[in-house]
């Protein structure tokens, strides 16, 4: 069934009550150290990307640095994160992209950011929303699809466009961006993918799964 908004608007305050920093666990400094960030966290987690990064932009320490790696190199310093030989390969030509089409600068819109290799929908959600602060922006990663999909905010579906359109849908724009880092946080914390910690989870007057179970 449908959500309410007002049952929307509460999952969104009880998630801010829960989470109020809602920040992005990547550790990052520049705009484009988010991006290549973004990139190594895929079929990766945050703690591992947070572990290689500070070698990794001391060792490159500008954009140029990086679009003038040695692509070998690179791949030395984030092989731990898997994939690394086509990680390293899209840092390093996004680097030169960044510098020859976009004036040095991480793009704010999301044609010119799929533009750049490596990244996709995901990465580019991220950036115009931790970045720019675009409204209505939604990252549809892994815990943001299962929870969304639980709560009921979305019809289920795992198809990361589909939940981007249904949240868009209902989430207040201004609020979607930190939604989804709250996502984040309590899928690792409670909601988690095996067994969801619905005892001690407060969303419960909210959520679909929990009532169904209960039926
Ligand atoms: Fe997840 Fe259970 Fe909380 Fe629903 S009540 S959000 S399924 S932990």
């Known amino acids: 069934m449908k959500k309410k908004k007002s049952e929307v608007l509460a999952i969104v305050e009880e998630l801010k009550r829960l989470y109020p920093d809602a920040l992005c666990s990547l550790r990052y400094g520049k705009d484009y150290e988010l991006l290549f960030s973004v990139r190594l966290a895929a079929q990766c987690t945050d703690e591992r990307v947070n572990q290689i990064t500070p070698a990794l932009f001391a060792r490159f ?18 092989r731990s994160t898997g994939f690394f030989r086509a ?5 390093v030509a996004a680097s030169r992209m960044l510098l020859d ?13 799929l533009r750049l290799p ?4 995901k990465t580019a959600n991220l950036i115009l929303g931790d970045i720019y602060h675009t409204p ?9 699809i299962r929870i969304s999909g639980r709560l009921g905010l979305t019809d289920g579906t795992k198809d990361p466009a589909k939940v ?4 868009r849908a209902v989430l207040p724009p201004e609020e979607s961006n930190n939604f989804c880092h709250r996502m984040v946080l309590h899928g690792r914390a409670v909601c988690m993918a095996r067994k969801p910690d619905c005892q001690n989870c407060t969303l419960r007057p909210w959520c679909s799964y929990f009532s169904d179970s209960k039926a």
Do not use: F, W
């Open 118 to 121: 490596g990244v996709g929908r």
């Open 136 to 144: 209505g922006v939604v990252v549809a990663d892994t815990h943001c």
């Open 164 to 167: 981007e359109t249904q949240l």
């Open 61 to 78: 320490p500008t954009l140029e640095s990086l679009a003038n790696a040695d692509v070998a190199e690179v791949e030395e310093y984030i």
């Open 101 to 113: 089409e976009y004036g040095g600068k991480v793009p704010g819109t999301m044609e010119e950011l």
């Open 87 to 91: 990680k390293a390969r899209d840092i």
